[in-house]
DNA sequence: TCATTTCCTTACTTGTAAGTAAGTATAGAG
DNA sequence: CTCTATACTTACTTACAAGTAAGGAAATGA
């Protein structure tokens, strides 16, 4: 192979990879099945990322990455509510359709004591961004009157964020329509008339 | 071996598998894992699930049949629906102390297309087995002024379930915290004060 | 008591996954 | 032009997972 202006197989890898680990979990793909499709060799993924293991460490990172900078758009802090929380609802529509039907937290869920301390940590600071991000959405979609709902934001914020992660797990079984009967739900139980 | 009083290995080789299901997915275990702790050899689950497979297969039928048997009292149809619901929850807690994270199928949404076709069914007429009985608690809660929500109750019930699915997810990154914080917010959500 | 069935074991085969060691081609620096 | 770093390839090792074939011991039934 020639070298091309600053390589992209590190990036393919990274893209090929992901794809993988949201359709089959960590357990469900192998070295070949990155290499194979991209016309290299299965050591060429190996001198990228040494092993397994780091390999699914940055693919949290960049999947922490391209949260903050891919739905830069519609996760921007401090502007009006309602936008956010349908940008939300159709980029998980988006990932749904070309083929993540979980997302990298869900896949992780399940093989998540085989990971390492520090890639647990990864996965955690993730996960407690989206979070943070998400409960000032309804925070101040409450202040504005955009939404009504009781309790604590926080938890708020960790209810709804787990029934779109289930539901995209049932969307799988059942088809997508488990999805947005779930994203009309929520409308509902935030006092949004659709 | 001695050929004991109706041989319980079978049971046995089931008891270990849907734990090492549930903690690490269908591809998170082998036979090994099975035969090891029980004392007898690779050959011997063979013996009883010729293939993985049907091992998967015959593990759904069984946490079907565990649903409709051990939770028998508070699935009763018809009776009042809150202590249903908190049966649900308590079930549910029980589950995820004694080192069961994530449900059958939420351990098999990773690994969902790998399956065969039946069992691909079994998985959805387990979940759709589940969500009539759901749906039912929520109606009658409803109709008796147990519960208050507004919409559909079907698709009240997919939400609730997907919540607690994807909760019992994040529960294993995050603590048992996040269960709690969603048990509270479905109570909050029907109008319950705790 | 002899044959059969049940429930296993021993001993293998085959396939594949993860990882490594050593070598090669190319680009750019000096 | 030579040296070095980068980005690979070829060719391997090791380990383990899934599955099978053949055989053996205990219970059961005729």
Redesign the pocket.
């Known amino acids: 192979?020639?070298?091309?202006?600053?390589?992209?197989?590190?990036q393919q890898?990274i893209d090929t990879a992901l794809q993988l680990l949201m359709q089959r979990g960590?357990?469900g793909?192998?070295?070949?099945?990155?290499?194979e499709p991209l016309?290299?060799?299965?050591?060429?993924?190996?001198?990228?990322?040494?092993?397994?293991?780091?390999?699914v460490k940055s693919l949290i990172r960049e999947s922490h990455q391209a949260l903050r900078k891919g739905t830069a758009e519609f996760m921007a802090y401090g502007g009006p509510a309602r936008p956010q929380l349908e940008g939300l609802f159709e980029f998980t529509l988006k990932q749904c359709e070309c083929g993540r039907p979980v997302c990298v937290a869900g896949a992780l869920s399940v093989d998540f004591e085989e990971l390492s301390k520090g890639t647990k940590e990864a996965l955690n600071r993730f996960m407690m961004d989206t979070l943070d991000w998400f409960t000032r959405v309804l925070e101040t979609g409450r202040e504005q009157g955009e939404f009504q709902f009781n309790g604590n934001a926080r938890n708020k914020a960790i209810s709804i964020m787990a029934m779109i992660q289930g539901a995209r797990q049932f969307a799988r079984i059942h088809g997508h329509k488990a999805l947005e009967c779930t994203f009309e739900q929520i409308r509902t139980d935030l006092g949004i008339e659709s």
């Open positions: 192979m020639t070298m091309n202006a600053i390589s992209n197989t590190r890898i960590m357990n793909f192998s070295y070949r099945d990155i290499s016309g290299i060799k299965n050591a060429a993924v190996h001198y990228h990322f040494p092993s397994k293991a780091k390999l």
